[in-house]
DNA sequence: ACACTATACCGGTATATACAACGAAGGAAT
DNA sequence: ATTCCTTCGTTGTATATACCGGTATAGTGT
């Protein structure tokens, strides 16, 4: 079953209906909607009903982070330049890491502000057959990483964290002296066994600090 | 109901004979059991029965992790070495980040070896009214987290990671240069609602790599 | 001694049923 | 118009029951 009757806050049936539609019985409707809510999906209202939920962007601690969202939710402003698109012949280690030998891949770089101040440089590869038409979107209004998550779901990552000191290009673009190491996260996102993107992320670490939270109380 | 019969691999009663002991319906011994699994700690076999589980040391992703099992699964040779432990009344603000006002507080200090190579300066502050016996365990043989583990069970941590430049301490202990930037991760951990510890581990960029891995499938 | 078989046990699943707790909505009384 | 109360719908929880398919074990037959 496919529930895009709705979107966000749309309220499913209750499980007594789900339970007649489908002609099972109530527990057995109940236990199929509770996995969908363990994933986050769906939100459960005691007495109200079951709504559906926004998808947890950031489902996983370390999480794959909105940077928009999260620059926005500080009440900041966002702003994004795209300092360079290139099509690629893989030939270098970072595009064959993509383990697509054959095609192409797309590059793409992007400094990111939070109030006029950057704040991260975005350097993107992105596996040209399974996104072909990702150099033609529109980057000052969705991010490479939500336009992705919007073609291909995530389902797998796999992140390294190395703290570096400034390339000439990062203190460049950064705007930060030689003295400023820098936090260099890689990020290979997949989906259904596909590698989709990489990513390499630098933040200057005299204005960015990752965080994660972790609960396991469930 | 706590299950300290046994440890790892011990087979705890069927579902029936639970439903029997605690006067419940199977169906919620079941659900009970169910839980614990979700939790990762009960694992079923099919047919055959359900079993206690190494705990998930590495849960959730950017794992807690054991960084002596980590080097071990490298084949090399982890080593610690305690530098300083101390007791303090919490006055400065890293203690008072562990909510212990009125109460002693814990200071321990400790390099990690991996084969010799200094890789880890650990800075752990520890609640002392929660963990009275922590400066009396023999640190060379188990890990502050991992006898803080054995206390009080993890249920939430905060994470947070910044690179930073090395101080002259770092610069002695870690063996490395004043260009050779670090990796700093700042870690609370808490055990239902209390906070146990502060850790703030120090790795040199040149050695080590912080990685995690995502899945969502499950 | 070995191989095969029957049986009991276990987790996995589905169903029907009952009641509790709580919120929302509507109607009645003031 | 406001307040109170009743009723209904919904989730949350517990129980009893039934059946399936797998494993492990004891027993049987060769």
Same mark, same amino acid.
């Given at each position: 079953?496919?529930?895009?009757?709705?979107?966000?806050?749309?309220?499913? &049936?209750?499980?007594?209906?789900?339970?007649?539609?489908?002609?099972?019985?109530? +527990?057995?409707?109940?236990?199929?909607?509770?996995?969908?809510?363990?994933?986050?999906?769906? @939100?459960?209202?005691?007495?109200?009903?079951?709504?559906?939920?926004?998808?947890?962007?950031?489902?996983?601690?370390?999480?794959?982070? /909105?940077?928009?969202?999260?620059?926005?939710?500080?009440?900041?402003?966002?702003? +994004?330049?795209?300092?360079? @698109? +290139?099509?690629?012949?893989? /030939?270098?280690?970072?595009?064959?890491?993509?383990?697509?030998? /054959?095609?192409?891949?797309?590059?793409?770089?992007?400094?990111?502000?939070?109030?006029?101040?950057?704040?991260?440089?975005?350097?993107?590869?992105?596996?040209?057959? %399974?996104?072909?038409?990702? %150099?033609?979107?529109?980057?000052? @209004?969705?991010?490479?990483?939500?336009?992705?998550?919007?073609? !291909?779901?995530?389902?797998?990552?796999?992140?390294?964290?190395?703290?570096?000191?400034?390339?000439?290009? %990062?203190? !460049?673009?950064?705007?930060?002296?030689?003295?400023? &190491?820098?936090?260099?996260?890689?990020?290979?996102? +997949?989906?259904?066994?596909?590698?989709?993107? !990489?990513?390499?992320?630098?933040?200057?670490?005299?204005?960015? @600090?990752?965080?994660?939270?972790? !609960?396991?109380?469930?």
């Amino acid at each position: 079953m496919i529930l895009n009757n709705g979107g966000v806050g749309y309220k499913i &049936p209750s499980e007594t209906e789900l339970s007649v539609s489908f002609s099972a019985s109530r +527990m057995t409707a109940r236990k199929a909607v509770d996995e969908i809510v363990n994933k986050g999906l769906l @939100k459960r209202i005691p007495s109200v009903g079951t709504f559906v939920e926004e998808p947890p962007a950031q489902s996983s601690l370390l999480e794959i982070k /909105n940077i928009s969202k999260e620059i926005s939710a500080r009440g900041h402003r966002h702003k +994004m330049t795209v300092l360079s @698109k +290139m099509t690629l012949i893989p /030939n270098d280690s970072v595009a064959q890491s993509l383990s697509s030998f /054959n095609s192409k891949v797309f590059k793409i770089v992007i400094i990111h502000f939070e109030n006029d101040i950057p704040i991260q440089l975005e350097e993107r590869y992105v596996n040209a057959d %399974l996104v072909p038409n990702f %150099l033609e979107q529109d980057f000052s @209004k969705i991010t490479a990483n939500e336009y992705l998550s919007s073609v !291909h779901p995530l389902t797998d990552a796999e992140i390294v964290i190395e703290a570096i000191m400034p390339t000439n290009i %990062l203190k !460049h673009n950064l705007e930060i002296d030689e003295k400023t &190491p820098c936090i260099k996260v890689s990020r290979s996102t +997949m989906s259904n066994g596909y590698t989709i993107s !990489h990513a390499i992320l630098y933040y200057p670490s005299n204005r960015y @600090k990752l965080t994660s939270s972790i !609960h396991l109380t469930r």
